[in-house]
C-alpha cells in the first residue's frame, strides 16, 4: 500500500534555531517526492521537488535530502523565522498512474 | 512564478443550494487539474482529478453527481458543489499541473471555505 508518513505531528522550536523534520515513504514506483509548506486557511507553496537520483536539494533556508534506497527524506530549516510556523507536508508522486500521495505533515511553530 | 487563482476565497450558502468554485492557471496552460478538501488539521484530500476535455476522474467515496467538475479549457476548471449540506462545509484546494512533465512544481490556489448553514 502506497503511504508517506512523516514525524513528528508537531513541532515547537524558538526562533533560530534549527530543526528537521522526517518523511518516510512506501510508494511504488517512485516518480519524485516533495515538500510543500502551507500556512493556514492558504494552499500549500512548493518549496522542493526531488527526483531518484537526487540526494539533496536547497530553497534558500530549507534543504530537503532523500535517501531513495532507506525510502527517507528529510527537511532541514535553518535559523528558523517566526514566518516558518506552518504546516510541512511530504508528498511522494507515484508515477505509474500519476498519483500524489500526501503525508499528514508536521506542523511546526516557531516562538519568539 | 506560475500563478493559480481560486474563486472564492470563501462562501456561505444554504443548505440545499449549489456553490460554484473556479480554479484558473493565470500564466501557463495546465491539462491536469485536481481538486482537494482539506478539514481542520488534516492533509488534502484529492477529490478527483480533471483533465482538460475529458471526465473527471473521481476518488473511490467522492460521488460524482454531488461534485459536479468541469475542465473547460487549459486554463480553468471549476467545481460545483450540488444541493450542499453542512457536512460539505470544509476547505476545498485546486491545483494545476503544468503540461512540462510529471517533475514539473504541483501549484496551487488558496482555497475556498465553504461553510454551508
Known amino acids: 500500500k502506497n503511504q508517506v508518513e512523516q514525524s513528528p505531528q508537531s513541532l515547537i522550536i524558538l526562533e533560530g534555531k534549527n530543526c528537521t523534520l522526517q518523511?518516510?515513504?512506501?510508494?511504488?514506483?517512485?516518480?519524485?517526492l516533495r515538500w510543500y509548506k502551507q500556512d493556514t486557511g492558504r494552499g500549500p507553496v512548493s518549496l522542493t521537488i526531488?527526483?531518484?537520483s537526487e540526494n539533496t536539494k536547497s530553497n534558500g533556508r530549507y534543504t530537503a535530502t532523500l535517501d531513495a534506497d532507506t525510502k527517507q527524506s528529510s527537511l532541514h530549516i535553518t535559523a528558523s523565522q517566526l514566518s516558518d510556523s506552518a504546516s510541512y507536508i511530504c508528498?511522494?508522486?507515484?508515477?505509474?498512474?500519476?498519483?500524489?500521495?500526501w503525508g499528514l505533515g508536521t506542523s511546526l511553530a516557531v516562538n519568539p | 512564478g506560475a500563478v493559480v487563482s481560486q474563486h472564492p476565497s470563501w462562501v456561505i450558502c444554504k443548505s440545499g443550494t449549489s456553490v460554484k468554485i473556479e480554479c484558473r492557471s493565470l500564466?501557463?496552460?495546465?491539462?491536469?487539474m485536481f481538486w482537494y478538501r482539506q478539514f481542520p488539521k488534516q492533509s488534502l484530500m484529492l477529490m478527483a482529478t480533471?483533465?482538460?476535455?475529458?471526465?473527471?476522474?473521481?476518488e473511490q467515496g467522492v460521488e460524482k453527481d454531488k461534485f459536479l467538475i468541469n475542465h473547460a479549457s487549459l486554463t480553468l476548471s471549476t467545481l460545483t458543489v450540488t444541493s450542499a449540506h453542512p457536512e460539505d462545509s470544509s476547505f476545498y484546494i485546486c491545483?494545476?499541473?503544468?503540461?512540462?512533465?510529471?517533475?514539473?512544481?504541483?501549484?496551487f490556489g488558496n482555497g475556498t471555505r465553504l461553510t454551508v448553514t
Open positions: 491545483s494545476a499541473l503544468p503540461a512540462t512533465g510529471d517533475n514539473s512544481p504541483l501549484h
Open positions: 500564466d501557463f496552460q495546465a491539462t491536469t
Open positions: 480533471s483533465n482538460e476535455g475529458s471526465k473527471a476522474t473521481y
Open positions: 518523511c518516510n515513504y512506501t510508494v511504488s514506483p517512485f516518480s519524485n
Open positions: 526531488m527526483t531518484f
Open positions: 508528498v511522494v508522486y507515484a508515477g505509474n498512474n500519476r498519483k500524489l500521495i
